[in-house]
């Protein structure tokens, strides 16, 4: 059976720095990423890694603040998140993918992410 259990969201003051971790099992996956979703916003991919190139991919509005990265000896995928502004403040979910240029096949269940200016 196939799990992503997210960790690391909390409250964090604007301009600070937040570190979001999934831990996968169940099988292995071409990709994984995190997407967010503010209240009365559209889920929306934030940044996503391809599994075996490290190849990465950004929203615009995060490129240079926030890096994601994978441990495939833990199956692991973190995304370190710098310089947070308010609009960032939402719901992050993990992702994982069976093809990099597919959609997303499974979903965690999500962390709160606030940002308190």
């Known amino acids: 059976q196939v799990q992503l259990v997210e960790s690391g969201g909390g409250v964090v003051q604007a301009g600070g720095s937040l570190r979001l971790s999934c831990a996968a099992s169940?099988?292995?996956?071409?990709?994984m990423g995190w997407f967010r979703q503010a209240p009365g916003k559209e889920r929306a991919l934030v940044a996503r890694?391809?599994?075996?190139?490290?190849?990465?991919v950004y929203a615009d509005s995060v490129k240079g603040r926030f890096t994601v990265s994978r441990d495939n000896a833990k199956n692991t995928d973190d995304l370190q998140m710098s310089s947070l502004k308010t609009e960032g403040a939402a719901v992050y979910y993990c992702?994982?993918?069976?093809?990099?240029?597919?959609?997303?096949?499974?979903w965690g269940q999500g962390t709160q992410v606030t940002v308190s200016s």
């Open positions: 992702a994982a993918g069976l093809a990099w240029r597919s959609g997303f096949d499974y």
């Open positions: 169940g099988r292995t996956f071409s990709t």
């Open positions: 890694i391809n599994w075996y190139s490290g190849s990465t």
